[in-house]
């Protein structure tokens, strides 16, 4: 299963109350562990236990034997005890591997939840092993792949029981970026402003994020794939007017990756949605727009649009530039594209 696919299962296991002694986590994407270290602590003891049967350790101030002597307390008055350890990975691998001994045999009145983060834990070493022997479960981390972070905001407004369009996910992945903790929070922010099965609207989003349905990145690649100039302009001129929301650099990146993904629907010709969608990474729902915007492009006016886009670059550097500033050299570079 994936990432999110384990995430879903142990959010669903856990509200259950079915808990488990050992929680390893790890993994490259702190969030979902963030949000699972957050769901253990705030389901395995009511607010009366926590005094004196939630412990929280961090891994540059305690050791090995520190925490196996806390787990193996019994909880006062409460049905378990809760102990959390936060930063483990800022232990060598040989430090984590001391706690295996309790990890095959953990204390059934005490949940442990390792916490970590920013790497993975190598599949060879005997620990993950020996948390699953001990009735423990595992969590890996990996990183969501950018052209699905769209498909999980969509995913985290369906748990809210709010609908979020799938243009609408694109375009608060495009303005967020890759910052998976960020983009969730935002997309929670606008579920508290909209009714519950309700939907969460480009006109909902510009008012509490500040991205404008009209004027964005995503809404400016739309325009420059069908030709249209003067709305391709007017969106310069937005950006030029409002440049700190709207940095160059930010909106090269993002037209390099859409010429670049305009080149692959040339290479995949013949291939299907799915397997178009699978190189191209996105959602398949957005395969026919590339399609049909390919077609205003063909490979030699593309890799003239390519070349006009890397002159661009090296000018907003300062390299054989003339002093323009950002909404000029935009506005010159739509215009050398689209002419």
């Known amino acids: 299963m994936s990432t999110l696919d384990d995430y879903k299962k142990g959010m669903i296991d856990l509200r259950a109350g079915k808990f488990k002694p050992v929680y390893m986590l790890h993994g490259e994407e702190g969030f979902f562990i963030d949000r699972i270290a957050a769901e253990v602590e705030r389901l395995t003891l009511q607010d009366h236990e926590r005094d004196f049967n939630q412990t929280i ?64 834990i190598d599949g060879r070493k005997s620990i993950l092993k020996s948390v699953q022997k001990g009735g423990g479960q595992v969590f890996l981390s990996d990183k969501v792949r950018e052209e699905k972070i769209p498909d999980l905001l969509v995913s985290f407004a369906k748990n809210q029981k709010r609908k979020l369009g799938g243009a609408e996910a694109t375009l608060l992945a495009n303005h967020l970026g890759t910052d998976l903790s960020k983009a969730v929070k935002e997309v929670e922010k606008l579920c508290l402003v909209t009714e519950e099965g309700g939907a969460i609207t480009s006109e909902v989003i510009q008012r509490f994020v500040g991205i404008s349905k009209d004027y964005n990145v995503f809404e400016l690649q739309n325009a420059i794939g069908l030709r249209n100039a003067e709305k391709a302009q007017r969106i310069a001129n937005h950006f030029a ?50 399609v049909q915007q390919a077609q205003n492009y063909p490979p030699g006016r593309l890799a003239e649009a390519q070349r006009h886009l890397r002159q661009c670059d090296l000018r907003s550097k300062g390299l054989g530039g003339d002093g323009s500033d950002q909404g000029e050299l935009l506005r010159e570079l739509l215009a050398k594209v689209m002419a």
């Open 241 to 290: 007017a409002n440049p700190k929301d709207n940095p160059l650099v930010l909106t090269l990146g993002f037209l390099n990756t859409y010429f670049s993904k305009l080149a692959l629907v040339h290479a995949c010709k013949g291939k299907s949605q799915a397997e178009m969608a699978s190189e191209l990474k996105v959602n398949p729902y957005f395969v026919k727009d590339y």
């Open 57 to 120: 350790l961090y891994g540059r101030d305690c050791d090995a034997d520190q925490v196996k002597d806390t787990c193996l307390r019994y909880p006062m008055m409460a049905e378990r005890q809760l102990v959390v350890v936060r930063e483990l990975q800022t232990w060598r691998i040989d430090q984590v591997e001391k706690l295996e001994p309790y990890l095959l045999k953990p204390t059934p009145t005490t949940v442990l939840v390792l916490c970590y983060k920013h790497k993975k």
